[in-house]
């Protein structure tokens, strides 16, 4: 479980985002990544009883900020990612704990260019399969809509008065769901994360068949 000391140092970390405060606090940091992994890894367990997840990964809280405008040393949160197994099991979940901010996603955040074009394709072909699992009262009761960054007009090499454009041009393909810090800290939470994991299942596989076979639906692994 996530306890209120976790989140109550996330939230003096935002106001103190300084090396010499976190120096300072570095055992609360290290208790509250622990506690952090030993939460991500019961949910992999969880997520193994119905899943070919193969990897956790905890990113570092350490902002790598050589490039980046913002010049603050540490994040204010923790990101955890699932991996499903490849090459088979396409798709990957992410837990995200933060104050004021906390959610699960899941879906495609940055396929490669090969995926992303197969994706197009494929709607390009026929989109009424995956209009189907984005029209199912089950995922969307618990999901939402289908969320993700898109171009402006149409991908090039694809129509933009094309009936399913509003797919094409999408750049991810990912559901996410909030989670306010009382759910956060509440017992049932991992509980209540694997059950929405469970039901973006059908989401899963349609988008592993398309990215395991050419446009003739032939295997490509």
Excluded: C
Excluded at 42 to 62: P, Q, S
Excluded at 148 to 158: I, R
Excluded at 177 to 205: C, Q
């Amino acid at each position: 479980m996530i306890s209120r000391e976790t989140l109550s140092f996330l939230k003096e970390l935002k106001i103190n985002n300084n090396r010499d405060w976190f120096n300072e606090n570095k055992k609360r940091f290290k208790a509250a990544e622990t506690e952090v992994k030993s939460t991500a890894n019961t949910l992999f367990e969880m997520l193994k009883t119905h899943d070919a997840v193969d990897n956790v990964k905890l990113f570092r809280i350490y902002r790598d900020v050589r490039f980046s405008a913002n010049k603050e040393p540490y994040k204010t949160h923790f990101g955890i990612t699932f991996h499903r197994q490849k090459p088979e099991y396409r798709g990957g979940y992410y837990l995200h704990i933060e104050p004021g901010n906390s959610f699960i996603a899941t879906g495609f955040w940055n396929p490669e260019k090969q995926d992303l074009n197969r994706i197009r394709k494929e709607f390009e072909m026929d989109d009424s399969e995956m209009r189907e699992i984005m029209d199912n009262k089950t995922l969307q009761s618990v999901w939402g809509q289908l969320k993700g960054d898109e171009v402006k007009s149409a991908p090039k090499g694809f129509n933009k008065e094309h009936p399913a454009i509003d797919l094409i041009k999408k750049k991810q393909y990912i559901f996410t769901k909030n989670f306010t810090d009382k759910e956060v800290l509440s017992k049932n939470f991992l509980e209540e994360a694997d059950k929405s994991f469970r039901a973006i299942r059908p989401y899963f596989d349609y988008m592993s068949d398309v990215l395991t076979t050419d446009l003739n639906g032939v295997s490509l692994i």
